[in-house]
């Protein structure tokens, strides 16, 4: 035999080997990921709910109770089935609750949380305020629980409606880590990654692949399913810029540093009408997506959209002015001029200075729009916000305008009597410079988590412009999506205190929300 039949053989066998240990290590290393499971591991019906109204031989505990005929049991076991720790801050949700827990077609009556005895540590956390909460009558919110690896929960639900055997959804998205559903063979076994068919399966091509001692061909190691490669450009939104730039660095390193893609905001609306009037369809090199903080001009036809988030806006004031809530009434009557010293409004004895935003920024139209009912800001009377221009009136209010977020703030922060507006995050400590704070609106505080039952007018929808529509294949799309739907990405947009909308909140949020 030969040196290249030798050779063959050899690689043969070692690759055959490789293959056959390969599903059992993989699944001892898939458990090293943060990895939480669920599972119904019980669905029975236990009253009048067999087909034509018959009653159910099993149980028939509720036979008297009509409003009862038609209930079930289920049993939903919420596990670690990996072999690192989740902690309370590894569950993505801006909110208190961690994981969403939906019965369609079902209402629920009633729950309990049954814990075994080395886990009893945990209804702590079930009994605090945000503990297991019903939002909607087949809708279950699930706090966010710390899981050691093996730990385990299990939530007993009575409903009514519904058939037995109907769909239980729990959704969620888990910090560099997968919510996934398991199947229970037995009760509580704990779940391989892959199968014992599958196993044996391998093991047999293995064997097979060792007796033929063929050696496959190498070939580079492709880019993630969900990557493509290429330029791209990200221009627009000043307040969404530090989204982008974190999003563009998260998907670089998914992608293997493939991509190229650069930030470039100079405001919503000059980015927009920079790729209208550009022409360049979507599919060209290098790509280019504008973000703008609430929808394109209605001429600009030839522009696709998607909605990425709610972002949230806040008025600031210097620490001097001392007010910490304003009507919406009353900020109308300060940027119409009518209010020109915070006295007027219970304040200290300071003339207001308005700073601004260029006319091209996605904040100041959000402003118009949500807050003034559509009445625009006075015309500036400062190029510095201290002084007035010789070519402007001596009455009325002081207002400059800036090109971008960080500068109203650092304005608004050193200019006694200022008043100015943000993107929340960039308003929010540690980012915000000393010697300002936020304003509350009618009393309402700008939280994300609770966009959902309104109230806080200051607020837009962050929308994501191509022109034309970009091909699938497209590093424009693949972003878009990266952005939307992958938890990665919208774990980015919460922590910079925006609602994705690619969450069940933001879904409802985004899709009324005009």
């Known amino acids: 035999m030969g040196w290249l039949e030798i050779a063959f053989t050899a690689a043969g066998l070692l690759i055959g080997v490789v293959s056959i240990v390969t599903p059992f290590v993989a699944d001892r290393r898939a458990r090293r990921s943060r990895r939480v499971g669920f599972r119904k591991q019980m669905d029975i019906a236990i009253g009048h709910n067999g087909p034509g ?74 009994e605090q305020r945000s503990g297991l909460r019903i939002v909607a009558p087949s809708t279950l919110r699930i706090p966010k629980v710390p899981l050691k690896p093996g730990a385990y929960y299990k939530i007993l639900v009575l409903l009514t409606g ?63 399913d969900d990557c493509e490669s290429g330029r791209l450009r990200l221009t627009g939104s000043t307040a969404f810029a530090p989204v982008l730039k974190e999003l563009a660095e998260k998907y670089r390193a998914h992608c293997g540093d493939e991509p190229r893609i650069t930030v470039a905001a100079r405001g919503s609306r000059t980015g927009v009408r920079e790729l209208a ?24 036809t030839r522009l696709s959209e998607s909605r990425i988030a709610v972002s949230l806006f806040t008025l600031v004031a210097h ?22 010293n915070w006295s007027q409004l219970g304040g200290p004895d300071l003339p207001v200075v308005l700073v601004s935003r260029t006319s091209g920024s996605g904040t100041r139209s959000a402003l118009t729009a949500r807050v003034l009912a559509g009445a625009d800001e006075p015309p500036a009377s400062s190029d510095d916000c201290v002084n007035r221009t010789a070519r402007t009136s001596r009455g009325g209010v002081l207002r400059c305008e800036l090109d971008s977020t960080e500068q109203v703030l650092d304005t608004v922060a050193h ?34 988590d609770r966009l959902d039952a309104g109230g806080y007018p200051y607020r837009e929808i962050e929308y994501a412009y191509t022109y034309g529509r970009p091909p699938a294949d497209s590093l424009a799309s693949s972003f878009l999506s990266y952005a939307v739907d992958n938890g990665t990405g919208k774990g980015v947009v919460a922590t910079h205190g925006h609602l994705p909308c690619g969450t069940p909140v933001g879904l409802r949020v985004c899709g009324r929300d005009d």
């Open 53 to 126: 109204g018959d009653g159910d031989p099993r149980l028939g505990l509720f036979t008297d109770l009509p409003e009862m005929r038609d209930a079930t049991l289920v049993l939903l076991r919420i596990e670690n089935d990996g072999s690192r720790h989740v902690d309370t801050d590894d569950y993505i949700d801006a909110s208190p609750y961690g994981l969403t827990a939906e019965f369609p077609g079902r209402s629920i009556q009633a729950l309990d949380v049954t814990l075994p005895d080395e886990h009893t540590n945990l209804m702590s956390y079930f």
């Open 162 to 224: 519904g058939h037995e055997g109907d769909e239980v959804l729990v959704t969620g998205d888990i910090k560099d880590g997968t919510l996934h559903e398991n199947h229970s063979l037995t009760p509580d076994e704990k779940p391989p990654v892959f199968s014992v068919r599958a196993r044996w399966t391998t093991v047999t091509l293995g064997v097979a692949l060792i007796a033929a001692a063929t050696l496959p061909l190498l070939t580079p190691s492709p880019l993630p």
């Open 319 to 340: 620490d001097g002015v001392r007010l910490t809530d304003l009507s919406t009434a009353d900020v109308r009557r300060v940027y119409r001029g009518d209010v020109t």
């Open 277 to 300: 009037l550009s022409g360049a369809e979507s599919g060209a090199e290098p790509g280019v997506i504008a973000f703008s903080d609430g929808p394109r001009p209605a001429s600009y």
């Open 415 to 448: 200019t006694p009597g200022a008043l100015g507006y943000s993107e929340l995050r960039a308003a929010s400590p540690p980012d915000a410079p000393k010697g300002l704070h936020r304003l509350t609106l009618d009393g309402h505080t700008p939280n994300p």
